[in-house]
């Protein structure tokens, strides 16, 4: 759908996904492999991205319609060559999520140079060179979804997370300039912006007193489910999302309007 043409989706079905192709980066683990899940259960066809080898098995335990790549987020040149395999195996790319992202907690007078520039690859340069690469296709089409998840730490200060907050808060920057830029094109952008969720990794780093104080902190007094926020996305890159776009979902359980 054109964005000059009448909405005409069929709203019985908001979140079917048949016949979309999704690229979803960081689907090895955590909230990816929940995103992965979660959308193949749905309907979609999966282009599942990691630098982790163990996203090709799991990609092909998904259903014999997904493919995995593996690639260093970092590297531009992978980025661009992964678009271009996908668009090319699968002939489009319909949704975007921008999932891949680290973080190297320390004092901002302690941030390296070296951590500093490594976030800001991970979780902001490469988001956007997916998306631009991604646009093209989106373009010619005339319709697309770009999910990105961002941090509650891109809208408030988190002590440690100098390099993290920075690469998050751009996020949602470059995600409004997206919104704007490719709306009149049939493609909404939009960010996704969590609590802690409680991956494996997180119920290791939020274990014992320090993660009852941060819950005791939340008005929902729980951490995030890597599945709740698959479902964001969802309903982001859902037919029932049309009119929403530039939006940062914020899914942290009210911690935020404090």
């Given at each position: 759908m054109s964005a000059n043409q009448a909405f005409t989706a069929d709203l019985t079905r908001p979140?079917?996904?048949?016949?979309?192709v999704a690229l979803i980066t960081g689907a090895a683990g955590g909230i990816g492999r929940a995103?992965?899940?979660l959308f193949a259960a749905n309907g979609?066809?999966?282009a599942l991205l990691d630098?982790?080898?163990?996203?090709?098995?799991?990609?092909?335990s998904l259903g014999a319609s997904h493919k995995g790549w593996t690639g260093d987020v970092t590297d531009a040149s992978?980025?661009?060559r992964a678009v271009a395999e996908v668009a090319a195996h699968?002939?489009?790319i319909d949704i975007?999520?921008?999932n891949a992202g680290i973080g190297t907690l320390a004092p901002a007078e302690a941030t390296t140079t070296e951590s500093w520039d490594l976030q800001l690859a991970v979780n902001l340069r490469a988001p956007y060179i997916f998306s631009r690469e991604v646009a093209g296709h989106m373009i010619a089409a005339g319709y697309g979804r770009i999910v990105t998840i961002a941090s509650q730490a891109a809208v408030i200060g988190i002590e440690g997370h100098v390099a993290y907050s920075a690469s998050k808060a751009g996020l949602l920057g470059m995600t409004n300039c997206m919104a704007l830029e490719w709306g009149p094109k049939g493609i909404t952008a939009n960010c996704i912006s969590p609590t802690v969720v409680e991956t494996e990794l997180a119920k290791v780093g939020w274990a014992g007193e320090k993660g009852e104080r941060a819950r005791a902190e939340i008005p929902t007094r729980r951490f995030a489910q890597p599945e709740e926020i698959a479902y964001a996305a969802l309903y982001l890159a859902s037919?029932?999302?049309a009119m929403v776009n530039g939006a940062n979902l914020l899914v942290d359980g009210g911690y935020t309007v404090r």
């Open positions: 979140f079917d996904m048949s016949g979309k995103l992965a899940t979609a066809t999966l630098k982790n080898e163990a996203v090709h098995d799991f990609a092909a992978a980025i661009e699968f002939g489009k975007l999520v921008n037919e029932g999302a």
